[in-house]
């Protein structure tokens, strides 16, 4: 089957320790990028990648990494949580030419107490 | 800057009724639009996408791009309380990569039984 999966669906951890979410797509889509949401914000984007070794920010990419090491594999790395970054995340992926919009995954809700 | 704008509701309809959603954008070069539900907690998912002017029907779904005007809408038929959810709009905005969607803010439905 089709798919972007995210990793954990779930986190609660405490402020200052580094934290990683991973996203792995099974379509050999080119295009990757993570979004946070925010209840009144909508979707706004933190960080794309355009294939292997090319990323660039988003419009929120304060406090947060990404890496393209592998086409398949897009995680989002937190390395010093704070209670502002308590939201709800998802990855998405794209065929190669975008015509058909983006698939995403289920979402991690991340909570930093 | 370049924007997706839609009314963030919430927009009731009886069952049974069309369920009209509506969108605009701000940038005239834009090309494709796609139609998102997200249920609450859920990752939005890809109902219709647009890119010619005109109406293109799936279903119980209508999507309506008027270019000249710059709006989109998405017409829902025979409203089911299983529609109930919110309705993203999302744009491929001129100068942007092919790959780069434009979120609006989502427009709540509930369809009342």
């Known amino acids: 089957e089709a798919q972007v999966t995210q990793n954990p669906r779930y986190l609660i951890t405490v402020t200052g320790k580094k934290l990683t979410v991973t996203c792995s797509q099974n379509?050999?889509?080119?295009?990757m990028s993570w979004y946070r949401q925010d209840p009144g914000l909508g979707l706004r984007q933190i960080y794309y990648?355009?294939?292997?070794?090319?990323?660039d920010k988003g419009d929120v990419p304060e406090g947060y990494k990404v890496s393209r090491k592998e086409k398949r594999n897009f995680p989002l790395i937190l390395e010093s949580p704070s209670p502002n970054q308590t939201s709800l995340y998802f990855c998405?992926?794209?065929?190669?030419?975008?015509?058909?919009?983006?698939?995403f995954g289920s979402g991690t809700r991340l909570t930093v107490v | 800057q370049k924007e997706v704008e839609q009314n963030s509701g919430p927009l009731s309809v009886p069952e049974g009724a069309i369920a009209s959603l509506n969108c605009t954008y701000s940038?005239?070069?834009?090309?494709?639009f796609f139609w998102y539900r997200q249920y609450s907690g859920k990752s939005p998912e890809l109902i219709m996408f647009i890119y010619s002017n005109g109406d293109k029907e799936d279903g119980r779904f209508t999507a309506q791009l008027n270019k000249a005007s710059q709006y989109v809408s998405l017409l829902i038929r025979d409203s089911q309380p299983s529609d109930s959810a919110t309705y993203l709009c999302?744009?491929?905005?001129?100068?942007?990569?092919?790959?780069?969607?434009?979120f609006g803010k989502g427009t709540k439905l509930s369809v009342i039984p």
């Open positions: 990648s355009m294939n292997v070794e090319v990323t």
């Open positions: 940038d005239r070069g834009s090309q494709s």
């Open positions: 379509m050999n889509h080119e295009y």
């Open positions: 998405a992926s794209s065929s190669p030419t975008g015509s058909y919009g983006y698939t």
């Open positions: 999302a744009g491929v905005l001129s100068g942007a990569g092919s790959y780069q969607l434009t």
